[in-house]
């Protein structure tokens, strides 16, 4: 028999149609990406450039409060990352049980995404003062002693961690709920006829079929920790001294003082950071995933 070969499917379209797209992103990502390359290998200002090679990252990784902003990163991403999961994965599941005012209560716990961040890190500031702030007055009036919260270099960071899980939990906890959904109820029947109890039904059925939106929550509140400013900014500015600095914050402040290399050399390597931490997970989670 002879064997006969489809003709290669033309696409409907012609390939000036992608021009468009192909100069938007390349104006708004390519050349962006490869200028800040360049520059960060330079010492530049607003008229002149001077190439000094690896410089501006040996001194970033030699400046000892650089690098305590690079571990406060990774510290604050992993908090707010692994916190935002668990609470939202708990919360949808309370959620979509039938219990009084779900619709409300859903409302509600979604409603702080949508307020402007650096309003919720103003309120909070006013709110976690360690005097007159009405989180510790209230805590005084139980007989607790109440702490600093901003004013601590060891709970600074993670204080306002916990208000960014407190804003974003909400978006997660929407992100579960889909996931939720899409799980079919012939499942959980078919466990309660075979006698599972909600905790084995939750670890058996609801974990490993929710896992879709378990790797966007992850992927979606790493990028946000590992980016995160204007929080932290709002609420800190990386105080006291550097203990609650992290690269964004830390950038910043090196733009504020002239040091226009340094700082873009912090914005390539918050880029590969970003990089080197979310592409290993999620090609392990899409992994996991098409393995079982």
Not at 17 to 30: D, H, M, Q, S, W
Not at 80 to 86: D, E, F, I, Q, R
Not at 215 to 236: E, K, P, Q, Y
Request: hydrophobic fraction near 50%; charged fraction near 10%.
């Amino acid at each position: 028999m002879i064997e006969t070969r489809r003709p290669a499917r033309k696409s409907p379209y012609p390939l000036w149609f992608f021009i468009p797209a192909a100069v938007i992103y390349g104006v708004l990502f390519l050349v962006p990406t490869v200028s800040s390359l360049w520059f960060s290998l330079t010492r530049w200002d607003l008229s002149t450039a001077e190439f000094i090679g690896l410089e501006n990252f040996r001194q970033f990784f030699s400046e000892p409060f650089l690098i305590q902003g690079l571990v406060n990163t990774l510290i604050y991403a992993v908090t707010t990352s692994g916190l935002k999961t668990v609470c939202g994965l708990l919360l949808a599941v309370l959620l979509t049980s039938n219990i009084f005012a779900r619709g409300f209560l859903r409302t509600l716990v979604f409603f702080p995404v949508l307020v402007s961040t650096i309003g919720i890190g103003i309120t909070f500031t006013v709110m976690m003062h360690p005097t007159r702030g009405i989180i510790n007055v209230t805590l005084e009036a139980l007989g607790i002693p109440g702490p600093g919260w901003l004013t601590n270099p060891a709970l600074a960071l993670f204080s306002v961690a916990l208000v960014d899980v407190w804003k974003g939990v909400g978006l997660a906890t929407l992100i579960f709920i889909a996931g939720l959904a899409a799980i079919s109820p012939d499942y959980y029947e078919a466990a309660r006829i075979d006698g599972a109890t909600r905790l084995q039904q939750f670890f058996r059925i609801t974990l490993p079929l929710v896992r879709p939106a378990t790797i966007v929550v992850v992927t979606l509140s790493l990028i946000g920790g590992l980016r995160s400013f204007d929080l932290i900014w709002a609420m800190t500015r990386g105080g006291p001294g550097f203990s609650s600095d992290v690269i964004a914050s830390v950038i910043y402040k090196q733009y504020q003082a002239g040091f226009y290399g340094l700082s873009t050399a912090g914005n390539v390597i918050l880029f590969a950071l970003i990089a080197v931490i979310i592409l290993p997970i999620s090609l392990w989670f899409n992994r996991r995933e098409v393995e079982e």
